[in-house]
């Protein structure tokens, strides 16, 4: 897993020193494609370091390939964080790009990944050498450092892009959910979210796959603008970016519950972007989501230079404006090591 023995004792015995109490006051840390502050995203070294830092959760991004194998990548296409153009110069589609979709998994094995070359603040593009793994390797992964650890570290799997996959003949939904089954994420007790921007395919989840499957875990509804595209739907003559509005509007939050047991927001619709030091905008996202019976986990908090908020500062004053005083339920965030410090601290 590109880990030397070395660095993973190593990784191991911080875990033994750091976030003694999981979720503390309720609040609960995400690591947003692992500590991908650090590391290069969703490679097994940064899921181990989030592990290691004390996150509670740790998010795997889901997309399936040729051969119907489940990954764990953040994009529907490798280009931004593999050398796929360099090894396969004959395998991309029309629009230049090379999708996850169109190779074998033991194709994949055969790439490197690296950081984004755009994350110039971070671990260093090309250095060090990565691969990509499966769903199932993540899971055992987490599930063998909880049981050396003593922690109980959930994992949070998103369906990427259902209605792409559904478009290219596959069901990556009912495939991700069978092996979360497989490795006993099949109650409500479980720890586990699954989340999904596709609303249509959450209701499909709750209504369909889930007594079809015999098993039931928290859904988690996450929420886009419009305009960023991450969901399409067809309205009988083309396909257009699916319509948020509505989660947010009244009622919005109340229809969501009945399918739903999370909403993951936009961090900017909870505290709006035209906020300043001297005027802090909050929304009513979050009592609304609550008192629909609905957790909130916005995403996605960064503490690189130019990624904060204009609004704000201090990182640590960052979390506090939404923990505290907006009072979400968890965060995604890149550097779960701050974020764990500081939630450790609202119980001390």
Known sequence: MNLTNQMMGLLLMATLVMHSVQAADGKIVIAHRGASGYLPEHTLASKVLAHAMGADYIEQDVVMTSDNELVVLHDLTLDRVTDVAEKFTDRAREDGAHYVID???????????????????????????????????EIELIQGLNKTTGREVGIYPEIKSPWFHHLEGKDSATAILRVLRDYGYDSMDDSVFLQTFDFNELKRIHEELFPALEMEIPLVQLIAHNEWGETMEWDSKQWINYDYNWMREDGGMTDLAVYADGVGPAMDMIVSYDSSLEEIKISNLVGRANAA????????????????????????????????????????????????????????
């Open 293 to 348: 019976g609905l957790q909130v986990h916005p995403y996605t908090f960064r503490l690189d230079p130019g990624r904060m908020p204009a609004y704000i500062t201090d990182f640590n004053a960052l979390l506090e404006l939404f923990l505290v005083e907006a009072g979400v339920d968890g965060v995604f965030t890149d550097f779960p090591d701050v974020a764990v410090r500081f939630v450790d601290a609202l119980v001390d």
């Open 103 to 137: 190779f074998t998994l033991a194709e994949l094995r055969t790439l490197h990944v690296t950081e984004s070359p755009a994350a110039n603040q971070r671990f260093p593009a090309g250095a060090s050498r990565f691969g990509i793994h499966t769903l199932a390797e």
